[in-house]
């Protein structure tokens, strides 16, 4: 009865036992195997697998998402489950949507790292990005190796481009590996110094999404549902003078490619947008071709004041001029010689700006023509120029500054405006130091107003009548001449005073 038992239980359960034991082995082993494979917890990507034996370090790029025209953080990733002394990485990204603003390792992992260093284009490779820090350069301080654990080690300023057709985009950012895998590029050293190939970690590529901004409604600058209003023209110009103040979402820069040139909130668009204004909301001009107009900027400065100038074939329609200084300009100082369009000037930090245009629709005319001057402004730097043609195209600019040419003799110019209310502008040259006196007489030639009656250097020199005689009243209208005296000669012109 017992034999009969035995063979019973092993017949019905031997299986059984057996299928249980092969269970636990397998369990055993995928512990085993799991234990020595970490993946780190990244925000996303796509696994790169370089090898089939134990891992203990995994290199992991960002997952993000910016949209068009955005400045964001890209971070680049390691964990190490055993200390690190160095890394040498070169990654790739689409230049086309994507520039690099800078690259650090402060706030990161690799912050206390002696030796960091990176290149752009790497290999000549648009987009490449190569990234070597190195824990303790020889020498005589002493800087650990980074010591186990996860989290960012190199840190990636980009800016996305703000060109609206990129939304919606998907854009990879990946691990470059030139030729076969046993290369230098995304290699680690282990606290001896002996290299950690690529074989022995685990690489996931990364990516930046363009978001989607939502329904576009071009014109529509202050999101107030209505495009193509004044409201809209005038937010658009406090714009440019204080984007901190008056900052465009990526909603509004959309909204404000009024020319279509995929370029968002330029000086063109906004000539653009008041053309439709003006026009009774007729279509805005709509870019069709990559002929832009060209012009020449140039400015010239002397001891007094800096005259701006540009030569174009084209009818301006506004500029948008960026000057750092420390010389705060002050828009009483800012003289335009066209007294239909509009300047407005504001200052953050260091850096003026000054913005022409017209609400009105009116334009600056093509050819050579000296159009703005800054009186006292001597010490600065142009960072930027940005012209519109008028019909809302933004032009080609190439800046160029004039050495000041002294006069080879003196010069009193037609004033501006002539006829004129309620002032006008006198410019007058001198080819020396001398001293110099600018009257205005009547037609019975007794004075009215003295101008200017002192020593002024060599140069061109303005003065501005108000319309008014030496006792601050004002005079009546007619006819009224100017007279330069210096020792050099006496020049006289006539102006027409009309209110």
Known sequence: MIFVWRKVFLSRF????????????????????AGS?????????????TGIEAINYSLSLDVDSAYPGD??????????????????????????????IGLTTEQTRAADF???????DA????????????????????????????????EIEFQVAGNIAFQGYMVPVRFVFPGDLGGKDNTLTDASGTRIETSSINYTNGSVQILKIGDINIGDINLNGLDFEISDAIYFSNFYMNPYQYPLNP??????????????????????????????????????DNDAPVATFSYETSDINTLLSYETSTDVGGLLISIVTDQPIDPATVSINDADMSVAVGRIGNESRILVYSFDGHTLPSGKQAFLSIDGLTEFTISSVS???????????SLVRKEVVLPEKVTLFQNYPNPFNPETRIDFSLPETARVRLAVFNLLGREVNVLIDDVVPAGVHSSVWDGSDQSGRAVASGVYYYRLESKFENVSRKMVLLK
């Open 37 to 49: 494979s970490p993946v780190i917890p990244a925000k996303g990507g796509s696994p790169l697998q």
């Open 71 to 100: 400045v964001f953080s890209y971070q680049i990733y390691l964990e190490n489950l055993e200390a690190v002394a160095s890394f040498d990485l070169l990654i790739n990204y689409d230049p086309s949507v994507l520039s690099v």
């Open 251 to 288: 909603l509004q820069m959309a909204n404000s490619d009024i020319n279509g040139d995929y370029m968002a909130a330029t000086i063109a668009d906004l000539v653009a947008l008041i053309n439709v204004i003006v026009n009774s909301g007729s279509s805005a001009l709509r870019i069709t």
């Open 114 to 120: 002696e030796y960091f260093t990176y290149s752009y």
């Open 123 to 154: 290999d000549n490779v648009p987009g490449n990005i190569r990234i070597s820090g190195i824990a303790d350069e020889p020498g005589d301080s002493i800087v650990s190796p980074m010591p186990a654990g996860s989290g960012a080690v190199a």
């Open 14 to 33: 031997g299986i059984s036992l057996w299928f249980g034991l092969l269970i636990v082995a397998v369990l055993m082993a995928g512990s085993a195997l």
């Open 387 to 397: 012209m519109s043609s008028a019909d809302g195209r933004l032009v080609d600019i």
